[in-house]
């Protein structure tokens, strides 16, 4: 199993761990605030906000998906800097097989309606600072 640091996040390539699994089952993946987006040659980066109802505070996650089989990208709608900070995840569906992610993100974008399918990719995610 390989280790990096990634902007204070732990990666584990290989066997995901338990904690890991349990972050992500336990994300509602509704209507999660968007924080960050990147598509960057071979990792789309994802960081949301959820709510924490005890604290009344959001608490932000990084999903990071790399060296996937394939991605396809569908972006409609128009995008405009002033809506940049209302987009938001609407939806996520998601399989995991031996530790490889295939799904789909459902974006809205403030006008209009992204989607981004993956196919067995490696990926990580962990609570952002």
Not at 73 to 89: C, K
Not at 96 to 123: M, T, V
């Amino acid at each position: 199993m390989s280790v990096y640091t990634h902007n204070l996040c732990l990666l584990f390539v290989g066997k995901t761990s338990t904690r890991t699994m349990s972050l992500i089952e336990n994300i509602k993946w509704h209507d999660l605030p968007i924080k960050n987006i990147s598509l960057i040659e071979d990792r789309i980066r994802l960081e949301v906000l959820q709510f924490n109802d005890e604290s009344q505070e959001y608490d932000g996650y990084v999903l990071e998906l790399f060296e996937f089989e394939s991605v396809d990208l569908s972006i409609n709608g128009q995008l405009a800097s002033r809506t940049l900070d209302e987009m938001d995840v609407s939806h996520f569906d998601y399989t995991l097989d031996d530790d490889l992610l295939s799904g789909c993100i459902q974006i809205l974008p403030g006008n209009g309606y992204w989607e981004i399918k993956i196919q067995n990719s490696k990926w990580s995610l962990c609570e952002s600072t």
